[in-house]
């Protein structure tokens, strides 16, 4: 049920060694972000009642490492279960391609969809499951 603890427990603290920026967004093009991240840590893949549903492949960056450069007028937020976590989508094409909460540290942190990010080729991304449904 709790997409919030996959979201606590993916924040893998400031080793940032293989981190680059990458751009990403919705579909239509209102929402758009830069962020920086490693790609070579695994996303995750939750089977929470969210991200069953979506289909997210989650990774997660401190909110500094995220800076949205468009679209904050387009996102529609939408929360459950507990409310600490801000599942935006853009209300124009639906897409989400990011959600807002706190780290495991109490720090804001943004959870990146990385089906959403530019140039990514997913199926060499090292997915690894999270059963949030259990959990
Ligand atoms: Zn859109």
Redesign the pocket.
Known sequence: MTYGRAFRSGVTGSDMSESKTYSGG??????RYEVELDLTKPVISCNCSMCGRVGSLLTFVPAANFKLLQGED?LTDYQFNKHVIHHVF?N??G?KSFARGKGRDGGDTVAINTRCLDGVELDKLNVTAYDGKNK
């Open positions: 919705c579909h239509c093009g209102a929402v387009s853009c124009t094409c897409i």
